[in-house]
């Protein structure tokens, strides 16, 4: 009998055991605001075996924004997703790097130095899931750790394809464009000429590359209301069209009109817009709110409804009832397109745009 008793009391502790561990395991309803990403835990290295020899490599990361490495769209409701490196940047990539190519270093050889000016990641979903890659760097060497000089510069965007997620895909993406970056810095070193290049320090390497932070339109109290001719004026906070109207053309299309000399309807090309303290960039007959996030611009849909500034309003009161259908979000079913990239011109294939390219002026993600 006490046997029999203990034997139920065994069952009936691993049942509240299981119970509980479904109940943590079980999945929240509260939607994902968030998703980390890893390096690969067994990385892989492809050193040249006929390269100069190197004794190290170091990377400086001077991106916009060292904590968010993007966002994507999840899910039916298009929820916004922040991805974000699983430990601070800088020590995110160094540490991989040291990985890769530490069994691969000689004492006699040159140091590397890769300084990061733009690392992003995107996904996009649908009938095919896309995973990309936008990194910006440039690579120096040096023989006596004091003086650098310049190798090689990569500024490109990578695609990859699958039929399933993609997000667990970023950290192999990120190691393969550090393998074409080696690749690069190695072959460029080989060739170069010594006499032509000049040699500077890591200090001051630092002051040329570094972001500007002294951009008016970020550091603004007020924006000024008018339209920006051009991206420039929109980076001054100084839109020079001060005169215009919108005209709704059909459903699905918005021009910007201003009278001539001779009182007839001139067609304005604008870059975008202030109205009511808001700002929108105009873009393929449509406007698109955009807000300050950080030390850039972002698409405001991608903020949460919490934090967000620019709700229509302002605009809406402007254009009037039809602003429904000529104001472009993420989650308007009308998804905002990254055109701006040369080899990227199948529309299946570019990436959703989640923010501005504060060098360019165009969507980016």
């Not at 890769?100 to 890769?114: P, S």
Request: net charge positive.
């Amino acid at each position: 009998m006490i046997a029999k008793k203990i034997d139920l009391l065994i069952l009936f502790t691993l049942f509240i055991f299981f119970a509980n561990a479904q109940n943590d395991n079980a999945p929240s309803s509260e939607p994902e605001k968030s998703k980390v990403i890893k390096m690969p835990r067994f990385p892989v290295a492809d050193f040249p075996k006929k390269s100069i020899h190197v004794s190290n490599i170091q990377i400086i990361q001077m991106v916009r924004d060292s904590v968010k490495l993007g966002y994507v769209l999840k899910g039916l409701g298009n929820q916004v997703v922040e991805i974000m490196p699983s430990k601070p940047l800088t020590f995110f990539l160094q540490e991989h790097i040291i990985k890769m190519y530490k069994n691969d270093y000689k004492e006699d050889g040159v140091k590397i130095l890769w300084v990061l000016k733009d690392l992003r990641v995107g996904e996009k979903t649908g009938f095919m899931e896309y995973a990309y890659t936008k990194f910006n760097a440039l690579a120096y060497i040096s023989s006596d750790e004091k003086q650098y000089k310049f190798v090689t510069a990569i500024d490109t965007v990578f695609v990859k394809q699958s039929g399933g997620d993609v997000t667990a895909w970023h950290g192999e993406d990120i190691e393969n464009v550090f393998k074409l970056m080696l690749k690069q810095t190695l072959k460029n070193a080989v060739t170069l000429n010594e006499q032509n290049v000049e040699k500077i320090t890591i200090e001051q390497i630092v002051e040329k590359e570094k972001q500007p932070v002294n951009i008016p339109i970020l550091s603004a109290a007020v924006y000024n209301e008018g339209g920006y001719a051009n991206f420039q004026e929109f980076l001054d906070n100084k839109p020079s069209v001060t005169i215009f109207s919108p005209v709704a053309i059909g459903k699905k299309k918005l021009k910007f009109i201003s009278m001539n000399s001779n009182n007839q309807a001139d067609t304005l090309s604008i870059w975008g817009l202030c109205k009511n303290g808001e700002i929108f960039k105009y873009e393929d007959d449509v406007v698109i709110p955009i807000e300050k996030y950080d030390d850039g611009f972002i698409i405001s849909n991608y903020i949460s409804s919490t934090n967000r500034r620019n709700g229509n309003r302002a605009f809406s009161a402007f254009i009037g009832g039809v602003a429904g259908a000529l104001i472009s979000t993420a989650a308007s079913g009308r998804p905002l397109l990254v055109k701006s990239i040369p080899y990227i011109t199948k529309t299946s294939w570019q990436p959703e745009a989640s923010c501005i390219d504060m060098k360019t002026g165009e969507l980016s993600f």
